[in-house]
């Protein structure tokens, strides 16, 4: 914060992890900061800033970074994918974030899943619960040629491919881009997902459909500035 309070700017953009008011800029019940059940953050922060402040949830500015500053230019609906210890999804619909109630929109987390829930498999918390190691270091146990944990990552995929199969029947977004720690290690799941998507029952649709890592370094804090920027 520091860094940048040194300089002018003109208004603050802020993803955070839960359930937002998004034009109260109230952030509610956030699971990792347990204490903050609902707090004015938008009202503080303008007070301390003078400035006009925006709130959303973290993965809906993934999404809107990736819309107007990365490869999401050329879509009009996509679908951005954060992949860490958790799982998240932000939407654009006719080039337009789509935030819903509460910003809550594409919240798949709890979405009931094999055992447990969509999260449990597609985020990082499969190779903790599944295998008892961290991904980081399957994923370089996996690129320097351990067969085992390659077999470990195309399994990730297979879920992943799931996921994004209930996001093609429900939005059918012309893409999907991955985002977080884990999406660093698509080549190595992408193969699994590519093959649970073969059974997606309208060729057509799969095969229009673009999914890739994105490429474009601090994709949310751009996000952020797009969301200030009122797009």
Request: charged share 25%; proline share 4%.
């Amino acid at each position: 914060m520091n860094t940048f309070v040194k300089h002018r700017f003109e208004s603050v953009g802020i993803g955070v992890p839960g359930l937002v008011d998004d034009k109260t800029g109230i952030v509610y019940d956030l699971t990792n900061i347990p204490s903050w059940q609902e707090v004015p953050l938008k009202d503080r922060l303008e007070e301390h800033f003078q400035v006009p402040v925006r709130v959303t949830n973290d993965a809906n500015m993934f999404a809107l970074g990736e819309k107007t500053f990365g490869a999401g230019k050329e879509y009009d609906n996509l679908v951005g994918i954060t992949l860490g210890s958790g799982f998240g999804a932000g939407l654009v619909i006719d080039s337009r974030m789509y935030a819903g109630t509460l910003s809550s929109a594409g919240e798949m987390a709890d979405i009931p899943y094999l055992d447990k829930t969509i999260e449990d498999y597609c985020s990082g918390k499969f190779f903790r619960q599944q295998y008892d190691m961290e991904g980081v270091k399957l994923s370089k146990m996996a690129a320097a040629g351990d067969e085992n944990a390659q077999r470990i990552f195309y399994e990730f995929g297979t879920h992943e491919g799931a996921a994004i199969r209930i996001i093609m029947n429900i939005l059918s977004p012309q893409a999907v881009f991955l985002g977080g720690s884990v999406s660093k290690s698509f080549s190595l799941f992408e193969q699994g997902m590519l093959d649970k998507l073969k059974d997606y029952p309208f060729e057509r649709v799969r095969n229009k459909i673009h999914i890739a890592p994105s490429k474009t370094p601090n994709i949310s804090i751009l996000g952020a500035a797009a969301l200030v920027d009122g797009k």
